[in-house]
C-alpha cells in the first residue's frame, strides 16, 4: 500500500489527510481576488518562506544534531510543522497563480452588484443585512463578507438596486430586496 494512504500516528506522517480543505472554485470558474485580498494571500506566502519555515528549519537541525530522534519532541514536532508549512506554501503558491485580481473600486457609481460590491437588502421584508461579495479565499462570515459562489454573493451578482432576487436554500426560498449597492 502507498505511504500516502496510511495514517502514522508515530511521527505524523499521515497529517495529509487531516488537512483541512479550503472552500473549491467550481470548475471552470476562474479564482477573482480583490486586491486587499491578494496582498494578504501574498504577504502570508513571502513570511512562510522569509520567516516562519527558515525558524523552524533551524530547529529541527539543532534537535537532530541532539542525537535520538525517536523520543525527541523538538525534532517530531518540527518535522510535523514543517510539513505543514510546505503543505500552506504549496497551496497559497497555486492559489496566487490562478488568481485573477478585480479592482472593486472600478465600479464606483453603478448600481448592479459585482465582485466586490457590498450590499445592502432586506431579506423576506423582514431583517435587514449588508454583506460583500468577494474571492473564496477572503471569505470572513464575521465581517459579513461572502464568497461571490455562495448561495448568497450568486442570488446577488448581477442585481441593481430596487430588485427582488431569490435566494434558494434547503429550507425554502427568501426574498432579498436590494435596498443599496456601493463599492469601497
Do not use: C
Given at each position: ?8 500516528d ?8 487531516d ?34 519555515r ?10 537532530a ?30 492559489r496566487?497563480?490562478l ?9 464606483r ?75 469601497e
Open positions: 500500500m502507498s505511504k500516502a494512504f496510511v495514517r502514522d508515530g511521527d505524523g506522517e499521515g497529517d495529509e489527510l488537512a483541512p480543505q479550503a472552500e473549491p472554485i467550481p470548475a471552470g470558474a476562474r479564482n477573482y481576488i480583490t486586491p486587499a485580498g491578494h496582498q494578504r494571500l501574498r504577504q502570508e506566502l513571502l513570511s512562510l518562506l522569509d520567516v516562519e527558515p525558524d523552524v528549519v533551524r530547529i529541527v537541525s539543532w534537535a544534531s541532539n542525537g535520538d530522534r525517536s523520543e525527541n519532541g523538538d525534532y517530531i514536532y518540527g518535522k510535523r510543522r514543517l510539513r505543514e508549512i510546505d503543505r500552506r506554501i504549496r497551496f497559497l503558491t497555486k496566487l497563480e488568481a485573477e485580481v478585480v479592482d472593486p473600486a472600478l465600479r457609481g453603478t448600481t448592479q452588484a459585482f465582485f466586490g460590491a457590498t450590499v445592502r437588502f432586506m431579506r423576506n421584508g423582514e431583517t435587514e443585512e449588508s454583506v460583500t461579495i468577494v474571492g473564496v479565499d477572503e471569505v470572513d462570515p464575521a465581517a459579513r463578507r461572502v464568497s461571490w459562489v455562495s448561495p448568497v454573493g450568486r442570488a446577488l451578482l448581477k442585481a441593481n438596486e430596487g430588485d427582488l432576487v431569490a435566494l434558494r436554500l434547503p429550507e425554502g426560498v427568501d426574498e432579498l430586496e436590494v435596498l443599496e449597492v456601493r463599492y
